[in-house]
């Protein structure tokens, strides 16, 4: 494995690990349930969460365009599993996992060449 591939699996992890550290919080704080509404809603509190909120939400869905056409481009299948681990998991995990599984594919074809 290449060191890039691994930059790429270690922040997946990462994007794993410390969303869900804070959503398991705020499960927590609401009672032991997740409620979407009241998730948003919490994002939205000040300012700075808005800020925040709509730079991931837009970098967010630029990311997933991306993923799709690159996928494409590379004739990489499944390219709607890093949609929904995106929607279900978080960003933070599915775009580092799909830029690894993407860096495979293009040191596969590196080595096809040679």
Do not use: H
Not at 32 to 41: H, K, M, P, S, T
């Amino acid at each position: 494995m290449s060191a890039l591939r691994g930059v790429y699996l270690l922040l997946a992890i990462a994007g794993l690990v410390i969303p869900w550290y804070f959503n398991l919080q705020f499960i927590a704080e609401s009672g032991g349930g997740f409620d979407v509404a009241e998730f948003i809603a919490a994002s939205s509190s000040n300012a700075a969460s808005s800020s925040l909120s709509w730079d991931l939400t837009i970098a967010c869905l630029a990311g997933l365009i991306w993923i799709y056409a690159e996928s494409k481009r590379l004739q990489m299948p499944f390219f709607w599993v890093y949609i929904v681990l995106a929607f279900t998991i978080a960003y933070a995990f599915a775009f580092p996992l799909y830029l690894f599984f993407r860096q495979g594919k293009l040191e596969q074809s590196e080595r096809k060449k040679l």
